[in-house]
């Protein structure tokens, strides 16, 4: 079945460093979602990327889908103790209408040192 | 405005127990997700439910069960729990437009099963 490789698994960077999550899948996607975990908290939905070699910007976070739409990335400049938590690159499954039919990737969990 | 809400928070039951959780969705969203996250794992997808029909249903033992109501609220139901059933159950709802599908999820059911 469909799913999603993340890598790397675990990320610890100092405050102020970049840090980048890539996400590989076997098949085409039609598109992609991200998500940000929070530390004892509940997935928050970052965006969602749909076009081959599209490219988004949300202030330092950059998001960006492959142009075979095969993988995306995230990509944090000068990571802020805010930015700790687990980021998951997200699959919808393709159930024929289905909506809310997610699979996530097992995801990165970053951590920032002050 | 409200966003999803689960109840109860926290949950301890014994083996062989049965459970309820309940969500409440966003209000105009007539999708509910549920998701099953256990420790260190991304969420899992275990039902979804558009218009009070089940349109998707994960790899999950037939123990699982949910439903969904006329005011899109919606309960998931585990009967004869197992210690693997220990984990964060989280609900989530969207409102579909064309291609976008952001889910937002609730806080989460956390279910300890000794």
């Known amino acids: 079945g469909q799913q999603v490789m993340q890598i790397p698994q675990y990320q610890h960077v100092q405050e102020g460093e970049d840090f980048t999550t890539y996400c590989n899948s076997s098949t085409t996607l039609s598109n992609i979602q991200w998500y940000k975990q929070r530390p004892g908290g509940h997935p928050v939905f970052l965006i969602q990327?749909?076009?081959?070699?599209e490219v988004k910007k949300q202030k330092r976070l950059t998001f960006q889908f492959g142009e075979a739409k095969k993988n995306s990335s995230l990509h944090i400049t000068a990571t802020q103790t805010t930015d700790v938590g687990t980021y998951f690159c997200v699959l919808e499954r393709d159930y024929g209408g289905s909506q809310g039919n997610l699979i996530f990737g097992k995801g990165t969990k970053l951590s920032v040192k002050p | 405005d409200a966003g999803v809400t689960q109840s109860p928070t926290h949950l301890i039951k014994t083996r062989g127990q049965h459970v309820t959780l309940r969500c409440s969705p966003i209000?105009?969203?007539?999708?509910v997700s549920w998701y099953q996250q256990v420790l260190g794992q991304g969420p899992q997808f275990i039902f979804q439910y558009y218009e009070k029909e089940e349109r998707g249903r994960g790899n999950f033992p037939d123990r699982f069960s949910a439903r969904q109501f006329p005011n899109y609220s919606s309960e998931l139901n585990v009967n004869a729990l197992l210690l693997g059933d220990s984990a964060l159950y989280l609900c989530?709802?969207?409102?579909?437009?064309?291609?976008?599908?952001?889910?937002?999820f609730g806080p989460g059911t956390r279910l300890t099963v000794l």
């Open positions: 990327l749909v076009k081959s070699g």
């Open positions: 209000s105009g969203h007539k999708s």
């Open positions: 989530a709802s969207s409102l579909r437009k064309g291609s976008y599908n952001e889910q937002f």
